[in-house]
């Protein structure tokens, strides 16, 4: 089945650190962009980062710029998220989401995604 | 981030054709051929219906029709059915640090 598996979401104080994971299956992994995409609990979606297919093209949102680091292991078909400093208003469920192969800058796949709760 | 905007609900009968309208700026909806649309049902990952403003993935419904003005964009749906009453919210990529903006999403109603 083609999918996208998100995990690692929980509930850490502010200041503290979370790694995402979502791992993918059901298509050739090494020849897709993707992204972190969250939604906080009321709110619309927001675009969190976004990595290229070999790893080296990174682009992140201003507002977690220097605190969230991006990755992918092609080997082991998985994207990554390394949230540091974190803040109350990172609370949100995030999402693994795909861009499509037509460069029209889609998404054309997504997780169901994994929550994310920073408080004290 | 400066979401998109949508009408926050839009209703229909049966049979009708509805639009959905997705209003941005120069930087994101009207600089770019960029525009998608999306399903959402609750409890389902997002489905997507239109991209590069006006094409249809395999599978999606003819029924599903995408456009642009300026700077909004616009999801109809005809021959609408009880099966299409759901969230819809759109996406566009952006100029500048933040690449991708969403909608902030439309509730439609078949009556």
């Known amino acids: 089945e083609v999918q996208l598996v998100e995990s690692g979401g929980h509930l850490v104080q502010p200041g503290g650190s979370l790694r995402l994971s979502c791992a993918a299956s059901g298509f050739t992994f090494n020849i897709y962009n993707f992204n972190w995409v969250r939604q906080a609990p009321g709110k619309g979606l927001e675009w969190v980062s976004y990595?290229?297919?070999?790893?080296?093209?990174?682009h992140y949102a201003d507002s977690v710029k220097g605190r969230f680091t991006i990755s992918k292991d092609n080997a082991k078909d998985s994207v990554y998220l390394q949230m540091n400093s974190l803040r109350v208003e990172d609370s949100a469920v995030y999402s693994c989401v795909r861009n499509d192969l037509t460069g029209d800058e889609s998404f054309d796949l997504w997780g169901q995604g994994t929550l994310v709760t920073v408080s004290s | 981030q400066s979401a998109l905007t949508q009408p926050a609900s839009v209703s229909g009968s049966p049979g009708q054709s509805i639009t959905i309208s997705c209003t941005g700026t120069s930087d994101d909806v009207g600089g770019f051929k960029y525009v998608s649309w999306y399903q959402d049902h609750p409890g389902k990952v997002p489905r997507l219906l239109i991209f590069g403003v006006t094409k249809r993935p395999s599978g999606v419904s003819s029924r599903f029709s995408g456009s642009k003005s300026g700077n909004t964009a616009f999801l109809a749906i005809s021959g609408l059915q009880a099966e299409d009453e759901t969230d819809y919210f759109c996406a566009s990529y952006k100029r500048g640090n933040t690449l991708w903006v969403f909608g902030t999403g439309t509730r439609v109603t078949v009556l």
């Open positions: 990595i290229g297919s070999s790893g080296k093209t990174i």
